[in-house]
């Protein structure tokens, strides 16, 4: 398979540098996700952990940017949910629909059990997802309700909101795991998870929003100091996660992994502004960016899967090291003519 670079390819006169980086940042979070779900083994604990840490909160800092960007405060409330129930919950109900047929199959073929697809259909239906779906929901209710704070001009309090929900979920599913098991956690946990991983997201995007909005405001276009900061966030989220697993409390770390699973995205980002070329990288990096839903959604509960059955099946065997490494390329390469074909033929299933 021979990838198209055309198709990849930036604007060098791009009219704002931070669109690029936006596209690469997605490009990298995405593909991150995607290599640590098929990745097993390889990768040290602190590596793992290290880009887990990043690479979902990297989309949220996307998005907090792009609206710091916006010269105007007013925001139509109801036109913009329309928009992003269009571009985030039509690709959430197509994916899901997909997803269960696949389900299904792998129970005519032995790889899967009734339960898994009821287990499936109840994630659906309480907004959790299947797979990485569980991102489409959040992302929108945490944008929303940005929105309507900032529409009402308290987006402080929206920020507050967020740490307190965030902070208070957290510690109730906490309470909950040591007093009940499965199958009532998981059936309690889901609907949780998705108000604590919105109110996340309403956190990063509000914070990020602020330093946007400073950036545009000041007109800071000195990628050097913007690379500066960003190697200085990016060395000071190194040293604390080399140190919160051994010192800190609970307690503290809840609010502390907040902080940090929005400066660690942030500088990376900034390091992304700072770069100046058009290379093949940065490309690669845009294009998946610009289709990181597609990957999202196909690359886990489908693509990895049948491998995963593959192995299974024919193998009698898991898919470990070095085996689950070519898995990952595999799987990104089989991904680019879906994704081509999806943007050409099928665009309704991104909401388009």
Same mark, same amino acid.
């Given at each position: 398979?021979?990838?198209?670079?055309?198709?990849?390819?930036?604007?060098?006169?791009?009219?704002?540098?931070?669109?690029?980086?936006?596209?690469?940042?997605?490009?990298?979070?995405?593909?991150?996700?995607?290599?640590?779900?098929?990745?097993?083994?390889?990768?040290?604990?602190?590596?793992?952990?290290?880009?887990?840490? @990043?690479?979902?909160?990297?989309?949220?800092?996307?998005?907090?940017?792009?609206?710091?960007?916006?010269?105007?405060?007013?925001?139509?409330?109801?036109?913009?949910?329309?928009?992003?129930?269009?571009?985030?919950?039509?690709?959430?109900?197509?994916?899901?629909?997909?997803?269960?047929?696949?389900?299904?199959?792998?129970?005519?073929?032995?790889?899967?059990?009734?339960?898994?697809?009821?287990?499936?259909?109840?994630?659906?239906?309480?907004?959790?997802?299947?797979?990485?779906?569980?991102?489409?929901?959040?992302?929108?209710?945490?944008?929303?309700?940005?929105?309507?704070?900032?529409?009402?001009?308290?987006?402080?309090?929206?920020?507050?909101?967020?740490?307190?929900?965030?902070?208070?979920?957290?510690?109730?599913?906490?309470?909950?795991?040591?007093?009940?098991?499965?199958?009532?956690?998981?059936?309690?946990?889901?609907?949780?998870?998705?108000?604590?991983?919105?109110?996340?997201?309403?956190?990063?995007?509000?914070?990020?929003?602020?330093?946007?909005?400073?950036?545009?405001?000041?007109?800071?276009?000195?990628?050097?100091?913007?690379?500066?900061?960003?190697?200085?966030?990016?060395?000071?989220?190194?040293?604390?996660?080399?140190?919160?697993?051994?010192?800190?409390? @609970?307690?503290?770390?809840?609010?502390?992994?907040?902080?940090?699973?929005?400066?660690?995205?942030?500088?990376?980002?900034?390091?992304?502004?700072?770069?100046?070329?058009?290379?093949?990288?940065?490309?690669?990096?845009?294009?998946?960016?610009?289709?990181?839903?597609?990957?999202?959604?196909?690359?886990?509960?489908?693509?990895?899967?049948?491998?995963?059955?593959?192995?299974?099946?024919?193998?009698?065997?898991?898919?470990?090291?070095?085996?689950?490494?070519?898995?990952?390329?595999?799987?990104?390469?089989?991904?680019?003519?879906?994704?081509?074909?999806?943007?050409?033929?099928?665009?309704?299933?991104?909401?388009?």
């Amino acid at each position: 398979m021979v990838y198209k670079i055309e198709i990849m390819k930036s604007s060098p006169n791009s009219k704002d540098k931070h669109i690029d980086s936006i596209d690469w940042m997605k490009g990298l979070c995405i593909i991150c996700i995607t290599m640590l779900h098929i990745e097993n083994g390889l990768l040290p604990i602190w590596a793992n952990y290290f880009i887990s840490i @990043f690479m979902i909160t990297g989309f949220y800092v996307t998005n907090g940017w792009i609206h710091g960007l916006k010269q105007t405060e007013s925001v139509d409330v109801k036109q913009f949910a329309g928009k992003r129930l269009r571009s985030l919950g039509i690709p959430y109900l197509w994916f899901t629909f997909i997803i269960l047929m696949v389900d299904i199959i792998f129970y005519f073929v032995g790889h899967y059990n009734i339960d898994v697809i009821a287990r499936d259909v109840y994630k659906s239906i309480v907004l959790r997802g299947i797979g990485t779906l569980w991102f489409l929901p959040v992302l929108f209710f945490g944008e929303l309700l940005f929105v309507i704070f900032k529409s009402r001009q308290q987006s402080l309090l929206g920020l507050l909101t967020g740490i307190s929900i965030a902070i208070f979920v957290s510690i109730l599913i906490h309470l909950l795991a040591l007093k009940t098991v499965d199958p009532l956690l998981s059936i309690i946990k889901m609907p949780l998870l998705v108000v604590q991983n919105s109110a996340t997201a309403l956190v990063v995007i509000t914070a990020t929003y602020y330093v946007s909005h400073q950036f545009t405001k000041r007109e800071q276009k000195n990628r050097y100091k913007v690379g500066l900061i960003g190697l200085f966030l990016f060395i000071l989220s190194a040293i604390y996660l080399g140190i919160s697993s051994t010192i800190l409390p @609970f307690s503290v770390s809840l609010c502390s992994n907040l902080i940090i699973s929005w400066i660690e995205p942030l500088s990376i980002f900034f390091l992304f502004s700072s770069v100046s070329g058009n290379n093949f990288i940065l490309r690669y990096l845009q294009y998946w960016g610009r289709n990181s839903i597609i990957l999202m959604a196909v690359h886990y509960s489908i693509l990895m899967e049948i491998c995963n059955w593959i192995a299974n099946r024919f193998f009698d065997t898991q898919i470990t090291g070095f085996a689950s490494l070519a898995c990952f390329v595999i799987i990104m390469v089989i991904q680019y003519p879906i994704t081509e074909f999806i943007n050409k033929r099928m665009k309704f299933l991104i909401g388009k």
